[in-house]
């Protein structure tokens, strides 16, 4: 057995491709026979002999079930990812600068020390989420994040904020790859390019909901003085609702279909058989070693966690500095924290937009690519435009906020194009270890001196923006070089396809009937 995993590890499309008669063909199915019996996905607990037919009628009131106990919980969950984070911002702007005594490049040390905690947890985090229950382990995660941030009202210095950061991120670490695992789980490939979108647009609720919090205790406290400061009573707030939430989280959550107690078990059956097509199963829990070496020496994987990495220097910066950019336009703290709430919808927009359009036309790839572009715009209208124009360089600042969609397409991209789950586990944690390397960086580009401007640092941002395109541009040529090479493999005399090979736990590049989304 571990001679034919030997071999199936190391053959790809191109090996294959190269070989195309009736005799290299049979051989390699003879080889892929074997496999069923090792290890295969959680799945075959549920659906064993011919597939359970389902009508669209079945389909879509499944459908329809699984949206509504999911995706409520995901979405509020990964908004509070985002609000949790940014809260920073909004409180470097209601005076903890001046009440923890910060100087020079302070702030952006306690920015990137978020990071560092992600950065530091990610790689075992992933390992968890896939040898855990996956949404028990999710909720303890959200459930920690909360408390923790809660303890930055209690901050009295420079260390003591960097100590809390850093925790911060560590139990942050796990949402995104987590939130990628239940939605390559529950959805089929043409429904994950707009679920994923739903719940990251939710990084725009938490910017919209985090301001309008933010402003109404800023001024709530500046009328009614009470013994706390207006930015402790921010992450009181803010961190008490997420801990409540991962406990709901905790309740309600599935770890997947197998346990779905909303579903009856017939239901159950028919979950797992609706997302056969996606040739992923519904999870596996045993690490496999070749797996992860094919994660590793994978172009598609390097340029995934290439693009995270340029892309993530921009929000680094943005993110954390986004209110303090508003002031230097000429507006007010407050008005600042009034102002960044359009940023939010702007981003809801053009992320539900973007993946609407991507499922629909089956790209989502070059849809994600075109908010980048939308995004350089912004950024020259915040270098170019004088000074004096305002409300120019603002509009420049909520066009920036459509450069989440490329972002968001490759997180998807990780979900539908990446197959075993072992693989998918390593893919999202380089890709999420990436993201923390450019949000670490990121804030290092608002050096203290360039303020309040912060010019360098714009014109690092809109550099990123191109790199980034070019990125995904490769992205989209690679995965249709690869389709073609699968295609040859399916139409060699000799091939056929084996019996339940969707729920064996197989890669996407040993697996010749996985086709890779656009």
């Not at 923790?148 to 901050?155: E, I, K, P, Q």
């Not at 590793?296 to 340029?310: E, G, K, N, R």
């Not at 075993?420 to 586990?425: D, E, M, P, V, Y």
């Not at 010019?455 to 073609?484: D, P, Y």
């Amino acid at each position: 057995m571990a001679e034919v995993k030997d071999v199936l590890a190391t053959t790809t499309p191109h090996d294959v491709e190269q070989a195309t008669d009736s005799s290299k063909a049979t051989e390699f199915n003879s080889m892929r026979r074997h496999v069923n019996s090792d290890d295969p996905d959680e799945a075959l607990k549920l659906v064993t002999g011919e597939a359970v037919t389902l009508t669209p009628e079945d389909e879509k009131r499944l459908l329809r079930k699984i949206d509504c106990n999911l995706m409520p919980l995901l979405c509020v969950v990964y908004g509070l990812n985002y609000l949790d984070k940014t809260t920073l911002s909004y409180a470097s702007i209601m005076g903890i600068k001046t009440d923890i005594n910060l100087k020079g490049q302070d702030y952006s040390w306690i920015a990137s020390m978020f990071y560092f905690g992600y950065l530091f947890w990610e790689w075992p985090t992933n390992r968890l989420l896939q040898r855990l229950p996956l949404a028990k382990y999710s909720a303890f995660n959200v459930i920690m994040w909360g408390l923790v941030l809660c303890c930055m009202a209690a901050v009295k210095n420079f260390g003591g904020a960097m100590t809390v950061r850093f925790f911060l991120g560590a139990f942050e670490a796990a949402v995104s790859p987590g939130f990628a695992l239940f939605t390559s789980q529950w959805y089929t490939k043409k429904e994950q390019g707009a679920r994923v979108g739903w719940w990251f647009s939710f990084n725009g609720w938490g910017q919209i909901v985090g301001g309008f919090v933010a402003y109404g205790i800023a001024v709530g406290t500046e009328a009614h003085p009470i013994l706390i400061k207006s930015w402790q009573l921010v992450f009181l707030v803010t961190g008490f609702f997420t801990a409540f939430m991962g406990v709901l989280f905790l309740y309600l959550m599935p770890d997947s279909q197998l346990n779905a107690r909303f579903l009856t078990q017939e239901e159950r059956i028919m979950a797992v058989e609706r997302i056969r097509m996606n040739q992923q199963g519904v999870g596996n829990k045993h690490f496999k070693w070749y797996q992860c070496k094919e994660a590793l020496s994978d172009p598609m994987i390097w340029a995934f966690t290439l693009f995270s990495v340029i892309v993530s220097v921009p929000n680094g910066g943005m993110s954390n500095y986004f209110s303090q950019l508003i002031v230097s336009f000429g507006f007010t703290e407050n008005q600042s924290l009034l102002l960044g709430t359009p940023g939010g919808a702007i981003q809801v927009f053009s992320l539900l937009v973007a993946g609407h359009l991507g499922d629909r036309f089956n790209n989502r790839i070059l849809f994600g690519a075109s908010g980048v572009l939308i995004a350089v715009l912004g950024l020259f209208l915040i270098l170019l435009l004088p000074i004096s124009n305002s409300g120019g360089r603002l509009a420049g600042y909520y066009l920036y906020q459509f450069s989440s969609t490329g972002f968001v397409a490759l997180l998807g991209l990780i979900s539908t194009n990446v197959a075993g789950w072992t693989k998918k586990t390593t893919a999202a944690a380089m890709y999420l270890l990436a993201y923390c390397v450019g949000n670490i960086i990121g804030p290092q580009a608002f050096q203290s001196t360039d303020a309040p401007q912060y010019r360098n640092a714009n014109i690092v941002v809109l550099v990123c923006m191109f790199v980034s395109f070019a990125i995904l541009i490769f992205i989209n040529f690679w995965c249709r070089h690869q389709n073609k090479a699968k295609a040859t493999i399916r139409a060699s005399p000799g091939y056929a396809k084996v019996d339940g090979q969707e729920f064996l736990d197989l890669t996407d590049r040993e697996n010749p009937e996985f086709i890779y989304t656009l």
